[in-house]
């Protein structure tokens, strides 16, 4: 049996209370006093142990991480004595992108590494902007190429970095007649690359890289962050390079296996040393995600360059536009605009910014990337509470700009991004499709709202009248 | 227009079934301080309930403020606020509702489940239990403004809400519902016993079905078999040919809306040594049902199966369980070829015991495009007149049976509506530990004590007494007799983003409150 890409999770509990849901309110002035039926004895997840644990340390008992909302403390005292409320730290966390229960979940994917999963059907609205105006399918019954839960470590979630030759030549004797390009590939179709706008110390990247070397993929670095401490995971790292500056790391240079020139006026004479320099280091162009991406898919292709990163904004909309559009509009016009010039298949799509859940990743290689860049999320898996005192220069709650313990943040990155990867599994699994490879562009495995909605809402309504969220 | 109508349909008898906890949740919240000297004038005035008094006891008990119908009161002369000598009483809006419901599933609409569960009859609360804050589906769909000449002043018991489920002509039983709904499945080890027992009491009163989940068939089921669907599902737990044989009606579940393409999945914690036993396995084990079933890769291998099934019991009706994929017509058409006499339709935002979340939100259609999608599609092949076409998956309440019956359903599969009126809070920790702490999703074998079967069947005749109740009153406003007369009337259904303004804002909104998951 082939060996089979497997990514080795293990708890690794916060370093501080997280954030909990709800506090639950006693008016102990009503209180019974010495009740031998009191509901804190009884609750079935021991939370109330837990406060009671808390109050000794001397820490604010409002963290009721484990609080499971049974509500039988509240209806089951014997003088009601108990109501409920939101942890106002709650109802403050997170921005209107980077939703309070989407941390939570990270947070819990961080800790256990394991996919969410809960009970009693899906609480959300009905569709949502972005991401959340499609579905993914799944294949029912007559689909031989499926092979459900049992065949999901055959389910491959690897890509290419790597450029690929849109045919092979060969000479008059029947000997190949062109160079094939060194194949650079990475197990999940997601790197790694920490936020510019959160703390960064060289611990949490340290965290962060050995964590990229573990789940076999790649972290996006610049120059000079790769410090001596990062060396030994430089297989690991893809160098953003700016100018002529790569002359100076030559040392560098020779052990990374890509490296991304940023967007500027002298990128095509960097491409150009570099392919002097070193011709098979696979290339990727990083620009920010603008309205005319297309355009600049294509020139960037026909210039050679393996891979294009498009920067997106944190909440995964385009950059420098008053109009900007959302991740998965603008994947799908770069996609096409590459399938129509009979591009697509010798250039990596990689897109960055607002990929905050594994559903994104699945989503937008349906949409036509070859794979995302993770983020924000880093920093979340290491509890970051994106409360955004570091742009201030205040202390972090969390204390992410102190040294990280090492083996503990890698092994929350490793965790969440392996609740990604199962995750990817699943999906992939209910749509019968074996190859992240083949999920790319395939958009006939996805259902749109609008398009749900004009094939058999629009038949039965007539035409629609109220412009939608989506 | 007064008709008179007969025979009248026997419906069940409903009776009060209290909250088992202490202190129920509602909407309001009443408070009775010092100063109150228990005059007892409040529990003479209220007709609601809500100021218990015992003749024999002369102190003030705590009001059951559950039942106060809040504000509205203030225009009666019984308004137990401005009538109290001593002005002892507070009311106010229950600040825990904050905490409760969510988008598909709103505190209100859960407080009105609970008060239809106990009391049989529709809130008398101001409570919006029709309506989610989903903003879309269901959420956004209206029955049109009715002609009030169409009105058809008919009792509720000469109204037929009833459906059948065999329209295939081919000799087996026709097998007849008083309701358009029948229980979801739901596995000994998913939920506990008193529960699976209590729903088929209860379908046996009400005369429809329930089914056993894919878990096996409890001998406590037995004497409500007549009532009982027995499941197939992919791990083929506890089916055997004598509980093939018990069955009126066999359902192959190929997937759940829920989680579909991803197969069942019983947490190890819950496979307790009689679940085990049940399912033939080994406690404290996980359980999967791998998706899919690895014989049908085509509609004539699924044949086979519903051949298999039909030769060993003759009379038996054969149910085809799926989900909501993009060819779910062609599926639905399929199993109509293959045989079989139901097509149930689950689809994405349906209740499950256990799912991964990227599963519930993320694969596969939601019901309210998969029902007209599939009507439709089977019409153009000229076989909607013999098949019995099923929803499931967010048909939380009694209007939207209505709707997907409009919307061109014969009739629909409760789940967590009946979960919901056996107290089900949907705090969504159904599947892990000790399962269910309300003792609902449990097979521990403390937890499971918690409801009776008696209680557990009475609160659910009383919530279908009270959606019966919703439908007879809806049917009347079209001039409609029967509930099969409106399958498939999309005419009677508008959608609030396909109506000009002026129109829209002469339907009820969309609710949209701050909901925070």
Redesign the interface.
């Known amino acids: 049996m082939p060996k089979k890409y497997h990514v080795a999770v293990k708890t690794a509990p916060p370093r501080f209370p997280a954030i909990g ?2 506090t639950t309110v006693e008016f102990k002035e009503d209180c019974a006093g010495s009740c031998r039926a009191c509901v804190k004895k009884k609750c ?2 021991g939370v109330f142990k837990e406060t009671h644990e808390y109050a000794l340390r001397r820490i604010d008992p409002e963290y009721l991480y484990i609080c ?5 403390c ?5 003088k ?1 004595i108990f ?4 942890n106002p730290a ?2 403050n966390l997170g921005t209107a992108y980077w ?3 989407i941390l939570h ?1 990270l947070w819990y994917q961080a800790h256990y590494g394991k ?13 949502g902007k972005g991401f959340d105006a499609m ?10 190429t ?1 092979d ?3 065949g999901r470590e055959y389910i491959n979630t690897s890509i290419e970095l790597s450029r690929r030759l849109p045919f092979l030549t060969f000479a008059p004797d029947g000997g190949p007649d062109c160079r094939v390009p060194a194949i650079l590939e990475i197990s999940i179709p997601v790197l790694l690359q920490w936020p510019e706008h959160l703390v960064k110390t060289e611990s949490a990247l340290l965290c962060a890289a050995g964590a990229a070397a573990r789940l076999g993929t790649l972290m996006l670095l610049d120059p000079e962050d790769v410090t001596e401490a990062l060396l030994p995971y430089a297989g690991s790292i893809v160098c953003r390079i700016k100018g002529d500056a790569f002359q100076e790391s030559a040392p560098l240079m020779e052990k990374i296996p890509m490296v991304e020139v940023a967007d500027g006026p002298d990128r095509t004479h960097i491409l150009a040393q570099l392919k002097k320099v070193r011709p098979n280091l696979p290339v990727a162009a990083g620009l920010p995600l603008t309205p005319d991406a297309p355009e600049q898919a294509v020139a960037l292709t026909e210039a050679g360059v393996d891979a294009i990163h498009f920067y997106a904004t944190q909440d995964g909309h385009e950059k420098n536009t008053p109009s900007p559009r959302f991740l998965k509009d603008s994947i799908r016009s770069v996609h096409l605009e590459l399938v129509a010039r009979g591009l697509r298949q010798r250039v990596n799509l990689l897109f960055s910014g607002g990929i905050a ?3 994104h990743m ?2 937008a290689i349906i949409c036509g990337a070859d794979g995302v860049v993770a983020d924000t999320v880093l920093p979340v898996a290491l509890e970051c509470r994106l409360c955004f005192r570091c742009r201030e220069g205040l202390s972090c709650p969390v204390a992410l700009d102190r040294p990280v313990n090492r083996q503990w943040g890698r092994q929350r990155i490793v965790n969440l991004l392996g609740a990604w990867h199962n ?1 990817l599994i ?2 992939m ?4 499709i074996r190859e992240a490879r083949r999920l790319r562009g395939e958009i ?1 495995r996805s ?1 749109q709202f609008e398009d ?2 004009q ?12 412009v ?2 989506a | 227009m007064k008709i008179q109508e007969s025979p009248k349909a026997a419906l069940p008898q409903t009776a009060e079934t209290p ?1 088992r ?5 509602g909407k309001y919240v009443l408070v009775r301080n010092a100063r109150c000297v228990g005059c007892g004038l409040c529990a003479t005035l209220c007709p609601y309930g809500v100021h218990p008094r015992y003749d024999v006891y002369s102190r003030a008990l ?1 009001p059951k403020s559950h039942r106060c119908i809040g504000f509205a009161c203030r225009q009666n002369d019984f308004y137990c606020i401005d009538r109290c000598p001593e002005k002892a009483l507070t009311l106010r809006q229950n ?2 509702l ?3 419901g ?4 709103p505190a209100e609409m859960l407080i009105g489940h609970w008060e239809m569960a106990e009391t049989g009859r529709l809130p008398v609360v101001d409570l919006e239990t029709d309506l989610g ?5 269901f ?2 769909i209206r029955f049109r403004h009715p002609d009030p000449d169409q009105y058809l002043d008919v009792p509720d018991e000469a109204v037929d809400t009833g459906i059948d489920l065999n329209k295939r002509g081919d000799g087996r039983p026709k097998k007849r519902l008083s309701l358009p709904c029948y229980g979801g499945g739901m596995s000994f080890g998913s939920t506990a016993l008193s529960v699976m027992v209590g729903r088929a009491r209860a379908a046996r009163r009400l005369n429809t079905l329930t089914c056993t989940g894919e878990g096996g068939y409890p001998p406590e089921l037995m004497p409500y078999a007549d009532h009982v669907i027995t499941q197939i599902a ?1 791990g083929l737990f506890g089916v055997r040919e004598e509980t093939i044989l018990l069955a009126p009606v066999v359902e192959f579940k ?2 759940q809306g ?1 989680k ?4 069942g999945h019983l947490l190890g914690d819950k496979v307790t040594p009689e679940v085990a036993a049940m399912r033939e396995t080994v406690p404290g084990n996980a359980l ?1 049902s ?5 014989s ?4 004539e291998d ?1 044949k086979k199966h519903v051949d298999w099934v039909k030769e060993i019991n003759p009379d038996v009706l054969v149910s085809v369980k ?2 909501t ?4 017509d062609m ?1 639905a058409v ?1 199993s109509y070829y293959a045989g079989a006499h139901i097509i149930h339709l689950d689809g ?19 019901i309210e ?1 998969a029902i ?2 599939v009507h ?1 599609f089977m019409i153009e092949e000229g076989v909607r007149d013999e098949i019995c076409l099923i929803a499931s998956g ?1 048909i939380r309440n009694a209007m939207d049976v209505a709707k997907a019956i409009a ?1 061109g359903a014969d009739g629909v599969v409760i789940g ?1 509506a009946e ?1 919901v009126a056996l107290e ?11 399962g ?3 003792g609902i ?1 449990t097979t521990d074998t403390e ?1 499971g004590c918690m409801i009776s079967t008696q209680w557990a069947e009475q609160r659910l005749v009383n919530m279908y007494a009270a959606w019966r109740k919703t439908w007879c009153a809806l049917l009347r406003q079209y001039g409609l007799r029967s509930l099969n007369e409106l399958t498939g009337r ?1 005419d009677l ?9 002026s129109e ?1 804002a002469t339907y009820r909104p969309a609710p949209e409150e701050a909901i ?2």
């Not at chain 1, 499971?68 to 039988?72: G, I, T, V």
């Not at chain 2, 089900?424 to 000790?434: A, L, M, P, Q, T």
Request: glycine residues 12%; aromatic residues 10%.
């Open positions: 849901k709800y079935v997840y499971q909302s049974c509500f039988r509240v209806q089951e005292c014997t009601g109501s409920r409320v939101i709650y109802k939703r309070r229960d979940r996919i969410p999963v809960s009970g009693a059907g899906y609480r959300g609205p009905f569709t579905w993914t399918d799944m294949s029912e019954i007559v689909r031989p499926r459900g839960i049992h859940m594994a559903e699945a989503k995750q699943e999906v699994g209910a749509m019968g006939g259902m749900l909605e094939e058999i809402f629009a038949p039965i309504f007539g035409g629609k009248k109220a939608e969220s | 909250s906890f202490r202190n129920p949740i705590k600040p825990i904050e905490t409760l969510d988008f598909r599933w804050c989903s903003g879309g589906g959420d956004k992919t190929y997937a829920a579909p393409g991803l197969g999967f791998p998706f899919p079933f690895h049908v890769y085509s509609v699924h799926v989900s994929p993009t060819d779910v599926v399929g994405s935002y349906g209740g499950t015991g256990a799912a991964p979340d990227i599963a519930k939100k993320n694969i596969a259609m939601p495009y007209p999608k439709r967010g919307l967590t979960l089900c809070v949907r705090c969504g920790n159904c599947e892990s530990g000790r269910c702490a309300r999703a937890l999309t259904l508008v959608h609030l983003d396909y109506l000009e303004p829209r925070i998951l």
